[in-house]
Structure formats: structure tokens, C-alpha cells
């Protein structure tokens, strides 16, 4: 039965990165968010922290729905959980790494619940369960308003940064931190055992139980793994910010994260990686032409707008993506 389950996992397995080792990566990424952080201004320093921030939500999600098939449209509220719950263990000890943590943790269990609900559901059924947690959650905040403060949400208490560094480069570090920890994880997690069955499950769940996979196991491990990535990335919102409330986690920027790890190319963490610079692009730009119109109104409308224009055009001409694109090398000899 072991061999039958290699074969069939190894068959459908599709390589998510380039073969270079996800060390090299790691460093190789530390070192240019570092030089980065010297050379570009403040405000740019800051998208860069906001990109970091995006890229944790979107490459756990792009492994749940590009690897797994699990399509969500909550992400959004487990971002708000992970913020909220590092706001509330700011405001009581301040203990930044261990509020961090402790909103993963937090998230998780959220995520497993959910993960162990979904493992039930298919196609829109699922689709439906994430998006009522998406409205909830936000509710949620209104409903207890003793606690999270209504609309007006929490502010966040936080040490000042080194001397030696200016706050958006401390942002960034700490953002990049936890995105390149992300992406190295979830790299290990998707060339092993756990990232074939992933597959395995998505492609045919009838021939993953027959290799001895299971089925719902992989499911909801897939989505805890998923949740802590987005728990880990609302704190680091909420660092960013330094405040956190329910308008900074709407029911749109769920369906933002979906569309971005779409047209950045499903189940590629290059792609997740394209999909938080969307993500923080797009916007900026909406809201350039927005206050160049005077309107409000028009920014909040453009962002989608460019969102599905550029869906559609990624999709018609690379439908795997943006990280499927390859540049043609000309042959030697060949002018």
C-alpha cells in the first residue's frame, strides 16, 4: 500500500519553486529586504513593510486553495482575529514576540474549527462558509463593544524602535521577519510528504483514499496551516498600523487576497509573492488617481476595478498566472 501511495503521490505532485534550496532563499531574501530598507524613502520603506505583511496571508493561502482545492473567502476575518488578538496582548503586557505568537496561536484554533467544518463542505458550500465568517467576525467587534471598542477599534502599544533604525525600517525587518520564516515553512511543507497529499487530495480525493491518504486529515491540516499564516499576517498589520479596527478588515479584502493569489498563479509561492505586491500596488495607485479626482468614492471603486481588469487579462493570456510566464531565450547562434 505504501509503494501504491508513493506512486500515485509522486505522479500527481507539480513542483510549487525552483529547485534552489529554500535556505538560499531565506538569506538571499534577508539580505535584499535589508539593503532595500537603506536605499529606498520612508514611505516606499513602508509598502515594503505592507508588502511583507501581504505576503505571509497569501502564500498560506495559495497553498490551501492552489495545492489543496480549498476555496476561502474568510481570510480577511482571521486577519482581523491575529490583529485583534495581538492588540488586546499589547494593551495588557506588551510583549511583542509573544503576542505574535500568541495571535498564530489564537488564529489557529479558529482555523481548525472552521478547517474542521469545511472538511465536510465542496465548491460553493465552502465558499459560503468562509464568506459568513468573513461577515462575522467583523460583528463581532460591534457586539462586544466593551472589549474591542466598536468601529473605533484598539490602538496598539508598542516600544519605540532602536535608535540606530527609523520605524519603517523596523516595520520592515519585523514584517519580512515573519514572511520569510512563512514562505521557508510552507516551501518545506510543500516539497515533503504533506505538500503530496495536498495535491494528491486536490486532483482526486477518491484516489488519495485509495493510496491510504486521508482525506479530511489533509483537509483541515491544510486550512490550520493556512489560518496561522493569516493569523501572522493581521499582526503584523496591526504593528503596522498600530491600531486595529473593523474597517481595516472588510469583506473585500478577502476577496483582494483571493484574486490576488490567482493572478499572481495559484499554488506558487512566486505567485503569492506577485500577489502582495498587487495587492499593495493597485491600491496606491487607485487612490493616486482618487485624490487627483477629488473623490472618495471613485478610489474606493477604482481599486476593484483595476482587481478584475487585470484578472481578466492575466487570465486570458497566461490562465496559470503571472508566475507561469516564462521570458523565451533566444538559442546560441541566434540573433
Known amino acids: 500500500m505504501t509503494v501504491v501511495r508513493d506512486r500515485v503521490t509522486t505522479r500527481l505532485a507539480v513542483p510549487t519553486m525552483r529547485k534552489q534550496s529554500p535556505l538560499i532563499i531565506l538569506v538571499l531574501g534577508a539580505i535584499a529586504v535589508v539593503a532595500l530598507t537603506y536605499t529606498l524613502p520612508p514611505f516606499r520603506t513602508y509598502q515594503l513593510a505592507t508588502v511583507g505583511a501581504y505576503l505571509c496571508v497569501t502564500a498560506g493561502l495559495t497553498v490551501l486553495t492552489g495545492l489543496n482545492g480549498q476555496l476561502s473567502l474568510g481570510h480577511g476575518a482571521l486577519m482581523a482575529t491575529g490583529a485583534y488578538t495581538l492588540a ?9 514576540v509573544v503576542g505574535i505568537i500568541v495571535a498564530i496561536l489564537v488564529t489557529t484554533a479558529v482555523g481548525a474549527v472552521i478547517g474542521l467544518a469545511a472538511a465536510r463542505l465542496r465548491g460553493p458550500y465552502l465558499a459560503g462558509l468562509t464568506l459568513a465568517v468573513a461577515v462575522v467576525v467583523p460583528s463581532i467587534t460591534s457586539t462586544f463593544d466593551g472589549t474591542f471598542n466598536s468601529d473605533q477599534g484598539l490602538s496598539v502599544v508598542l516600544n519605540p524602535p532602536p535608535e540606530s533604525m527609523t520605524v519603517e525600517q523596523w516595520q520592515a525587518w519585523v514584517c519580512w521577519g515573519g514572511a520569510l520564516l512563512t514562505v521557508f515553512t510552507l516551501a518545506l511543507l510543500t516539497r515533503g510528504r504533506f505538500g503530496r497529499d495536498m495535491r494528491a487530495v486536490r486532483d482526486d480525493e477518491t484516489a488519495a483514499r485509495l493510496a491510504g491518504i486521508s482525506v479530511a486529515r489533509t483537509q483541515v491540516t491544510a486550512f490550520v496551516v493556512s489560518a496561522a499564516c493569516a493569523g501572522l499576517a493581521g499582526a503584523l498589520f496591526a504593528v503596522i498600523a ?27 509561492l512566486t505567485g503569492a509573492l506577485i500577489g502582495a505586491l498587487l495587492l499593495v500596488a493597485l491600491p496606491a495607485v487607485a487612490h493616486e488617481i482618487g485624490e487627483a479626482a477629488g473623490s472618495q468614492r471613485l478610489e474606493g471603486n477604482l481599486a476593484l476595478t483595476f482587481f478584475g481588469v487585470v484578472l481578466v487579462v492575466v487570465m486570458l493570456a497566461a490562465p496559470g498566472g503571472l508566475a507561469s510566464l516564462r521570458i523565451p531565450l533566444k538559442k546560441k547562434g541566434q540573433r
Open 88 to 96: 488586546l496582548w499589547q494593551n495588557k503586557f506588551n510583549l511583542l
Open 242 to 268: 498600530q491600531s486595529v479596527s473593523p474597517g481595516a478588515f472588510p469583506l473585500t479584502l478577502s476577496l483582494f487576497l483571493l484574486m490576488a493569489i490567482v493572478i499572481g498563479g495559484l499554488g506558487r
